[in-house]
């Protein structure tokens, strides 16, 4: 079964390219994840106890992206995934107080994912991630339906989809339909480390018909085999008309093309948990390209909510 809530309604909306003042909605296809979050100082003591603070918060690259979306600009936000019946209502009434308006299905048999972040709470809050991905990564072409469509402007994906059988041919199908109305695609890679278990050449065929590729920087490195984020950048761009890298610290680059077009500067923030800032990133980057504001602006923006998002606990962003 499927479980909707109405959210806020769209507001002067528009994905770029097209005439300001368009009405529509963005739609984000991924994955909804509840996160243990354990902030701990130091190296962990192997066979004994670390001392940590921890909090259960919900998650997920796509939710997370969507929540984003949805506090950093006036369009409609909608969010397909997959949750267990675990805790499907409490995910729903966490995206719905964010303003996303979410289509859940809930999976009869697999429970919610869940991931445990390990957030050294040294300089740079570096975070590993134990990843059970449960419900999220069972999302299915059946889940999908050409109607989702009606009323979007823009599609996101997010990667974590490309990383199970079920949902990557979800994927091919979301693209097909996308292409179909015109919709505009864009797709965060999500995982340095799935990247490698699926291989760079079957990712960057998964994703063709996408316009534009959202890669962290180790992400650009990896699909690419350059050390150079510039140069990674810019090789990207030949296969994905936009490509926008996220350095963290070193703010942005954006690439058309084969070359780089703009390097956007971080904002300054102190680092207490870097889960979800690239996810903060997307999300407000996609927000502000559907006002029809060109990339450069939308990253700005990204790098705006990257810095926010680190400054607290939790991939989502604080409810105004």
């Not at 701990?40 to 939710?63: E, K, Q």
């Not at 864009?186 to 050449?201: I, K, M, N, R, T």
């Not at 890298?245 to 077009?261: D, F, H």
Request: glycine share 12%; hydrophobic share 45%; charged share 20%.
């Amino acid at each position: 079964m499927t479980t909707e809530r109405p959210g806020p309604s769209a507001a002067d909306s528009a994905v770029h390219g097209r005439a300001g003042g368009a009405d529509g909605a963005l739609l984000v296809v991924g994955d909804v994840i509840t996160d243990v979050v354990a902030r701990h100082r130091g190296p962990l003591a192997t066979g004994t106890d670390t001392a940590a603070t921890v909090r259960t918060v919900p998650g997920g690259a796509g939710a997370n992206v969507a929540c984003w979306a949805a506090h950093s600009g006036p369009a409609e936000v909608r969010l397909l995934g997959r949750v267990g019946a675990d805790s499907a209502a409490w995910h729903e009434r966490e995206l719905v107080a964010c303003g996303v308006r979410p289509r859940l299905v809930v999976d009869p048999q697999a429970p919610t994912g869940t991931v445990i972040c390990l957030v050294d709470t040294g300089a740079a809050a570096e975070r590993t991630f134990l990843t059970d991905s449960g419900a999220s990564l069972r999302l299915a072409p059946e889940d999908w339906s050409d109607t989702l469509l009606d009323g979007v402007v823009r599609l996101h994906l997010s990667g974590y989809l490309l990383f199970s059988e079920p949902s990557r041919a979800l994927v091919t199908v979301a693209l097909e339909a996308a292409r179909a109305r015109g919709v505009p695609v864009s797709l965060d890679p999500a995982s340095a480390g799935f990247l490698v278990a699926l291989g760079v050449d079957r990712f960057l065929a998964l994703i063709k018909g996408v316009d534009v590729l959202l890669p962290s920087r180790d992400e650009a490195s990896l699909l690419t085999g350059l050390p150079d984020t510039a140069d990674a950048a810019a090789e990207l761009s030949r296969h994905v008309p936009m490509v926008v890298v996220k350095q963290g610290a070193e703010g942005a680059l954006v690439a058309r093309s084969g070359t780089v077009i703009a390097h956007v500067p971080a904002v300054p923030a102190t680092p207490r948990d870097t889960t979800g800032a690239g996810d903060a990133f997307t999300g407000a980057f996609l927000a502000t390209l559907l006002t029809g504001a060109p990339p450069e602006a939308a990253a700005a923006e990204g790098c705006r909510a990257g810095a926010v998002a680190v400054e607290q606990v939790g991939g989502r962003p604080q409810r105004r």
